[in-house]
């Protein structure tokens, strides 16, 4: 077992077994089961190319031949920053066999980021497409090797140039079979959370296939189910919720699409009759206005997933009249707990909650300042433990004995309400986190790199309220001059030191103190506050920064 990753008591995880929630299945059996009962049957559509369930089965046992004569061993840590292709299922479940753990990194991430996770998991291999979406992913292997990781093996899907071919590594299977136990970590995913780098969560074969086999329930997929795949699909919510892995689970069919355009998704709505997807709160809004104008036959979509972010009440009750398919809200977490609002829920519930837990072995608590629970219909934060949600993130001790409960709940940092008939209505966020469309952003880890800047003497970054996004990231700025450094400036700078483009600042603010709680730190509540009245006074505009 991986050190440094804490999980149930032991206790606990039998009582998970005995109750039927863990059922010693792995993602490579997993696999071969579904090639075994769905053969030939396609298991992923991706433009013109297509792989069934026996294929994919197949090439994994390649390439686990190949990772394992290349040295990727049981336990190792593998940065794999792949787009919506073949080849990330490809690679996650070759290194699912071998037993070797994937740490999944996200297309839109940088030097900064990647550096970091290869850093701190000592990943033994970093695996990238040759480009995406304008961006030459070598490029960045190559500042890497420059960095001090000189020695980090680099395979490449495409073109490798100086680096290692991934096609080169398909070679003969091995007879026997790695040894993999269910109970064991299967992949490290990153956290959206509030502090500093991201939280590495530590999920396992066991709780991770009990959250796809739960959400196959409640999404009602099942062999015929046509999963369209338009979120980056190493995020949780397009790879559980029930995702594209819950979609091979139930021997269903993965649609990849490499964007979430009306016009690249809904041609493949129509083409591939489409039966479910999922968006987040923005692009669903864009959808609602393209349909409109768009003469593409919707009509095989049954369920539009949104969740990443909440999704406003007047937005939620356009989507059956735009698309005449059912809204499934979902509010979860990378750390485990997912919520669904169910298929044949009222409309006023689909609109304007939540949902409710998915597995009938879901505890949560709604709770005070003085972790006393709250009365139903009161405001609390949410905290949550049961079979599918993790004890701990990877490597951080001091950080889990505050995250987590001395009796293992998870503290979420979600402000949320109860309905009364159970379901979730979401209030906002106690930790300090911008939630952007659904991409998560630690302030603290922006407040680090503007601090960087010789010329700021103190910087704080909270969530502005926006229309489109939900949230948008305000750095209040101390500045040492007081002409420089200008928005501008900051946008370059934080550019240069290559972070993921939806980190960056939306709008700048220039202050010459920050007002301070009675203990003397920095009120970020009054600077939510004052940047919240100054947007609804319509006083300041701010400029988006879009880069690739």
Request: aromatic share 10%; net charge negative.
């Amino acid at each position: 077992m991986l050190s440094d990753c804490p999980l149930w008591p032991e206790e606990l995880a039998e009582h998970y077994r005995e109750i039927g929630c863990w059922r010693g299945e792995t993602f490579g059996s997993m696999l071969r089961q579904k090639a075994e009962l769905y053969g030939n049957k396609t298991a992923i559509t991706n433009g013109k190319r297509k792989i069934t369930y026996a294929e994919l089965d197949m090439q994994s046992n390649q390439l686990a031949a190949g990772f394992s004569k290349l040295g990727i061993q049981k336990d190792n840590r593998v940065v794999v920053q792949l787009p919506n292709d073949v080849e990330f299922f490809q690679v996650i479940f070759a290194l699912f066999k071998i037993g070797a753990l994937p740490v999944f990194a996200l297309p839109s991430h940088r030097s900064s980021e990647v550096e970091y996770f290869c850093e701190f998991t000592e990943a033994q291999v970093y695996i990238i497409p040759d480009s995406f979406d304008g961006y030459d992913y070598r490029k960045l292997a190559r500042k890497m090797k420059d960095r001090g990781f000189k020695n980090l093996p680099v395979i490449v899907a495409g073109d490798p140039e100086e680096f290692i071919s991934l096609s080169q590594l398909f070679h003969e299977p091995f007879e026997k079979e790695f040894e993999v136990s269910s109970h064991d970590i299967a992949f490290l995913q990153l956290s959206g959370g509030s502090t500093g780098k991201p939280k590495l969560i530590p999920r396992t074969h066991d709780d991770y296939i009990y959250s796809l086999k739960k959400s196959n329930e409640v999404c009602l997929m099942n062999e015929e189910s046509v999963y369209l795949a338009v979120l980056p699909v190493a995020h949780n919510f397009p790879l559980s919720s029930p995702g594209v892995l819950g979609t091979l689970y139930a021997g269903g069919r993965i649609v990849l699409s490499s964007g979430s355009s009306p016009d690249e998704a809904f041609p493949l709505i129509e083409q591939e009759r489409v039966t479910i997807t999922a968006v987040v709160p923005p692009i669903a809004m864009i959808w609602m206005q393209a349909v409109k104008s768009r003469n593409w036959d919707l009509s095989s979509l049954k369920v539009m997933q949104v969740g990443g972010a909440k999704f406003s009440s007047e937005s939620a009750k356009n989507v059956k009249p735009a698309f005449g398919c059912v809204l499934q809200q979902v509010f979860g977490m990378a750390e485990g707990l997912v919520n669904y609002t169910r298929l044949d829920d009222p409309e006023d519930v689909i609109v304007h909650t939540q949902g409710r837990p998915m597995s009938p072995y879901d505890e949560i608590k709604i709770v005070d300042e003085e972790d006393q629970e709250v009365e139903r219909g009161e405001v609390g934060e949410l905290l949550t433990r049961g079979p599918y949600t993790i004890r701990g993130y990877y490597k951080t001790k001091a950080h889990n004995a505050k995250a987590f409960t001395s009796d293992g709940y998870y503290r979420t940092g979600d402000l949320v309400k109860l309905d009364h008939s159970g379901n979730i209505i979401v209030e906002g966020r106690d930790k300090d986190q911008i939630n952007r469309g659904g991409e998560k952003i630690a302030a603290e880890e922006i407040e680090n790199h503007l601090l960087a800047h010789p010329e700021i003497l103190d910087a704080a970054v909270v969530a502005m309220p926006d229309e489109y996004l939900g949230e948008r990231a305000c750095a209040y700025i101390i500045r040492l001059d007081k002409g420089k450094p200008s928005p501008v400036e900051l946008r370059e700078f934080l550019n240069k030191r290559e972070i993921a483009a939806y980190k960056i600042p939306d709008r700048f603010e220039f202050v010459s103190e920050f007002p301070k709680t009675a203990l003397g730190k920095v009120s970020k509540k009054s600077l939510r506050e004052k940047i919240a009245i100054q947007l609804k006074n319509k006083k300041y505009k701010f400029l988006s920064l879009e880069r690739k």
